[in-house]
């Protein structure tokens, strides 16, 4: 496969993101002008899950930590977010101690990139409430070290998705009452974005696995290439919730949570699958500049 063909996407949408002008309307109540945000934050994965049954009939279960980096582009009709970032952990199943030493590692590489669009008819009488739909990228790079099994020690999968995006906001701007909290305007935005990819790339190591693990037989071999698939034989599935609360220097915090699902239905080479729940606080630094 060509490497460039995987990037024709992120092109497409940067190239959105700067026509996103010729969509924005003429009035706006909460965001006029666009502002542009650099995120560093830190993040936890309380629980995160692995299976390959190419590599192995257990399921890996763990936690982790890491940190995320990201730039956000948004205002009242429009949004481009490209973030990313890394965490490391550890993994444990249910033979840890025993046949399994347990001296099982992970670290999880994700990327997600989404340009959205206002829907103008959508929450048209609802104060403060919008409805964005548009097109994302979801990549999700999965590496294993499992050194109880020393002739297949190390593992991974490379997941890329592209297809829709939908997201729910609403802005709440709680005026000053003079007490402790309010002694100023609090402004916040509430979020939920999903994303669905409809096609996509992935890519798992070379093997020699088992089909069938009672008898020891058959072994079946996995290539380690990029392969191309439409959902079915890939599937990935993105959730976020998020929480910005707006400062008055025109930085800001987001708290997000983060449900993120994919699976390689690869048929005879074995399926494999993954899920993660991810919590992140990340500052927001305004780089928007004068307009």
Known sequence: MNKLSGFWPIILLLFLTCSSNLFAQEESTTRPKKTHYILLGVNTNPSTTSKDQAFSPLTYKGFGIGGTTGYLATSDDFEFLMDGGFDLGRMFTDLSGTTDTGGN???????????????????KNTDNAFLKVGGAIDFSGNYRGNFSYTNSALNFEYVSGYGISGQLGWDVSLKQNGKFFRK????????????????????????????????????????????????????????????????????????????????????????????????????????TGKK
Do not use: C
Request: charged fraction near 15%; proline fraction near 3%; hydrophobic fraction near 40%.
């Open 184 to 287: 100023r305007d609090r402004d916040m935005t509430f979020q939920w974005t999903i994303s669905l990819p409809l096609f996509g790339t992935y890519m798992r190591p070379s093997y020699n696995t088992i089909s069938d693990f009672t008898t020891g037989a058959n072994f079946i071999s996995g290539g380690g290439k990029h392969e191309f698939a439409f959902i079915g034989e890939l599937v990935q599935f993105d959730s976020r919730l998020d929480f910005y609360y707006h400062l008055h220097n025109k930085n800001a915090f987001r708290l997000q949570y983060e449900w993120k699902y994919w699976a390689v239905n690869e048929g005879s080479s074995g399926n494999t699958q993954g899920a993660y729940h991810r919590l992140g606080l990340a500052f927001m630094f305004n780089v």
């Open 105 to 123: 590692i992970f670290y999880y590489v994700p990327v997600h990139i989404h340009a959205l669009w206002k829907v103008n008819p959508v929450f």
